[in-house]
Nanobody, 115 residues
Framework: EVKFMESGGGSVQPGGSLRLSCVASGFTFRDYSIAWVRQAPGKELEWVSS????????NYADSVKGRFTISRDNAKKTVYLQMNSLKSEDTALYYC????????RGQGTQVTVSS
């Protein structure tokens, strides 16, 4: 069974930074691309970023490009999302998943950006 456990969320002021982590289990992690997706209150699930199985390709939504960085450590079965220059519109529940539409996502970690 595919499982993800996200952590690292919190409350920060605009302009602040957070680093999210996501530990995977139940599948051959190193063979899969992984995505971060998010859902803000009252809004649909939104794709944020993806990384290929070997970290050779990374992609970002326009809304986070230049501010967020995705990375992974296959030995630790962990994906990271470094988030800098956070904005209020980044406030959401963040999940990692096996696809850009949020398949197999975990429980999520809450990020709140507010002054």
């Amino acid at each position: 069974e595919v499982k993800f456990m996200e952590s690292g969320g919190g409350s920060v002021q605009p302009g602040g930074s957070l680093r999210l982590s996501c530990v995977a289990s139940g599948f051959t992690f190193r063979d899969y691309s992984i995505a971060w997706v998010r859902q803000a209150p009252g809004k649909e699930l939104e794709w944020v970023s993806s990384i290929s199985h070997d970290s050779g390709r990374t992609n970002y939504a326009d809304s986070v490009k230049g501010r967020f960085t995705i990375s992974r450590d296959n030995a630790k079965k962990t994906v990271y999302l470094q988030m800098n220059s956070l904005k209020s519109e980044d406030t959401a529940l963040y999940y990692c998943a096996t696809s850009s539409d949020g398949q197999n996502r975990g429980q999520g970690t809450q990020v709140t950006v507010s002054s």
